[in-house]
């Protein structure tokens, strides 16, 4: 039936792209050039709530909120990543808003905030230090300082990016990796050892200039895919004008050494 000027509805099951939505609460109560909307609904066992007024006139102006529980991210990986076998896992909040004209996106104000971001992935935890927040203004989209921390490991990374308009990106990643990360990926080897990365992108979307340095300390890896393990590996690494320029790169294989310059 067609929806009354103000409607409820209740779905228990909504199936959609693989993904299944429960206890569905829909509120609409539209009047006049305005309406107002209230969704309740759970997915993975979560709550999610949406809520926000449009005017119903061109451009149709809207005031949006969304709001999660703490949503697994081991069930939606196996949706979008059916092959992985690393078992990857965690969990993740989100509370956002979204303001401007529907008709043109360029308008549009968006900010979103996650105060809970978790990695598992066998031995690997990472975990957000502090609220990671990002915003949208005039197409750009603003990632704010973001810092993941797990054993040994600390990464940090701000800057904007343009997904409108012809505006250049500016985004920089810094921090240490400890490459016990690459652990699920060795088939049954190691890893082990840090890297320091030190890296900024800037310029247009289509050629950004990458500018930065890696510094590889006491590296390890081997793996059953390999025909011999990399040991004691250590290194400067540059990068400018997305030229590499290796200062020194030095490890052990196979009994013998290894060094390029």
Request: with cysteine; proline share 6%.
């Amino acid at each position: 039936r067609g929806l009354d000027p103000r409607d409820c509805r209740r779905v228990p099951d909504l199936a959609m792209r693989g993904e299944t939505f429960h206890q569905i609460d829909a509120q609409l109560d539209a009047r006049g050039k305005h309406a107002e909307f209230h969704l309740n609904s759970n997915v993975e066992q979560t709550s999610i709530q949406a809520k926000g007024t449009v005017e119903l006139t061109p451009g149709y102006s809207a005031n949006i909120t969304l709001d999660t529980g703490k949503v697994p991210i081991g069930p939606l990986l196996a949706r979008f990543v059916p092959n992985s076998q690393h078992g990857a896992d965690g969990e993740l909040e989100i509370h956002g808003t979204l303001e401007g004209p529907l008709q043109t996106p360029a308008q549009l104000q968006a900010h979103v905030e996650m105060p809970v971001l978790q990695l598992q992935a066998q031995t690997i935890k990472l975990a957000n230090t502090s609220p990671i927040r990002i915003s949208y203004q005039g197409g750009i989209v603003k990632l704010e300082s973001v810092e993941m921390k797990g054993q040994d490991t600390d990464i940090r990374l701000s800057g904007t990016v343009p997904v409108q308009g012809g505006a250049a990106m500016n985004v920089v990643a810094d921090g240490s990796v400890n490459l016990n990360i690459l652990q699920p990926w060795t088939d049954g080897g190691h890893s082990s050892g840090m890297v320091n990365v030190q890296m900024k992108a800037q310029g247009p979307m289509s050629q950004p200039v990458i500018d930065g340095r890696v510094r590889i300390e006491n590296g390890v890896i081997s793996s059953d895919s390999l025909p011999v393990g990399i040991e004691s590996m250590n290194g400067d690494i540059s990068i400018s004008g997305n030229r590499v320029n290796i200062t020194k790169l030095a490890a052990t294989a196979g009994g013998g050494t290894i060094n390029v310059t």
